[in-house]
């Protein structure tokens, strides 16, 4: 059976060091794993990355959404589609979450709005389980910095206050969507995330009766 997971959390919540470790437990276990992510995944998409991440230009917020979209549309279309359709276990770092909660919660774009075009462009392919990594402002942005030594991309160069805004954002869809989004405490040490991340995806696999 196909299966889609999603990440997602504030900077330097630990999501993609945890979707590493996931995406070995799962080929270790035999499943046939996509890894991919957003902005990203698609020729296209990874181009419209270097843009809103790396490139000085200046990008408006509602411009900033549409090219998200844009993305994404792709994205679902080139590749977890045809993925899900062969039956594979896709797993993506980050999703339309993260529109919600920085385009939404973090530049103040309108939600329903954004709800709208995510069902428009996902063609309401939504994950079976997302993680939420949540973790304070500062442990995120520490470790940030650290990893990067101080080369910060166009979202990490944001204010605290816009951080806040996003990790509220999260923890809000979460509360919104219990059956389907896990939030998980990354401010611990990343063996103990990695623990409760793979009892989340066992429970999901044995929900679905796989094992
Ligand atoms: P990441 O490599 O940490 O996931 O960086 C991707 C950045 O893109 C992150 O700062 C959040 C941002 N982003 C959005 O603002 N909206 C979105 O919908 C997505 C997928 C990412």
């Known amino acids: 059976m196909p299966l889609f997971v999603s990440f997602e959390g504030i900077e330097g919540s630990g999501k993609t060091t945890q979707f ?11 499943f046939n794993v996509v890894k991919t992510r957003e902005p990203g995944g698609s020729r296209l998409g990874e181009r419209v990355r270097a843009m809103l991440l790396k490139e000085e230009i200046n990008i408006s917020p509602q411009a900033e959404l549409f090219l998200i979209m844009a993305q994404r549309a792709q994205h679902v279309e080139e590749v977890i589609l045809p993925a899900l359709s062969q039956g594979k276990f896709v797993i993506c770092d980050r999703f339309i979450d993260a529109t919600v909660a920085y385009q939404g919660y973090g530049r103040g774009l309108d939600l329903e709005l954004i709800r709208y075009l995510n069902g428009i462009v996902t063609r309401n392919v939504t994950p079976h389980l997302t993680i939420l990594l949540d973790c304070d402002i500062e442990t995120g942005l520490k470790r940030k910095g650290g990893i990067r030594g101080g080369l910060k991309d166009r979202f990490e160069k944001e204010q605290r206050d816009f951080h806040e805004r996003v990790r509220k954002g999260y923890l809000e869809i979460a509360a919104c969507e219990k059956g ?4 998980i405490d990354g401010n611990r040490e990343k063996n103990l995330v990695r623990e409760e991340v793979i009892r989340s995806i066992e429970e999901i696999l044995a929900n679905y009766g796989i094992c």
């Open 180 to 183: 389907r989004v896990r939030v």
């Open 20 to 30: 590493e470790y996931l995406a070995g437990y799962l080929k270790n276990k035999g």
